[in-house]
């Protein structure tokens, strides 16, 4: 599950962030976990994964992001979600922050067109993994380099809403190789 890895990674170099008023158990650490939504209710989600399933209450303070901020009710069963949250008992927590569905890709650009390009995948372990759009839209942020930098031979690396197995909506560009 590339999304928990990326997720989990992204949530234990996040504990800098400040994420505004908490009203439970505000000494707790935070911490993170990946895993399918199981469950949507008003004021809770359940997430379930290989090794537990866990219930975490929302507030009007969790933020939730799937390509952009959306509401509770926006989330769909079966969603890839990493989540952040505050513990405040041995079996309740606070949900911070909810991502869904989102994941990082990387490869050579291979194809150019308006505002998408395709790539020739590669995982992790630099193996190739197929070849996969890329869509690029107004939000999208440039971390490095700018629209007119996505060229054909090029490494690109991006983040973003999965939309299908093989297309990703960009939200943040985090590399592109340069001659």
């Not at 509770?72 to 927590?93: C, K, M, T, V, W």
Request: aromatic share 8%; hydrophobic share 40%.
């Amino acid at each position: 599950m590339k999304f928990g890895l990326f997720i989990v990674s992204f949530l234990v170099g996040s504990s800098q962030v400040s994420w505004g008023p908490v009203l439970f158990a505000q000494t707790a650490k935070l911490t993170g976990m990946a895993g399918k939504l199981v469950a949507v209710h008003d004021h809770y989600i359940s997430v379930s994964n290989d090794q537990l399933t866990k219930t975490f209450q929302i507030n009007a303070e969790t933020k939730i992001w799937r390509g952009q901020d959306i509401a509770l009710h926006q989330l769909h069963l079966g969603d890839d979600i990493g989540i952040q949250y505050r513990p405040f008992s041995n079996d309740e927590a606070l949900a911070i922050s909810i991502w869904a569905n989102i994941d990082r890709w990387a490869g050579t650009i291979t194809k150019v067109s308006g505002d998408r390009v395709q790539i020739a995948r590669i995982d992790d372990h630099d193996d190739r993994d197929g070849k996969a759009i890329i869509i690029f839209d107004g939000p999208t942020i440039f971390n490095q380099g700018t629209r007119k930098d996505l060229e054909i031979g090029r490494f690109l690396e991006v983040v973003g809403l999965v939309l299908r197995k093989d297309q990703m909506q960009a939200s943040r560009v985090l590399h592109i190789e340069k001659h």
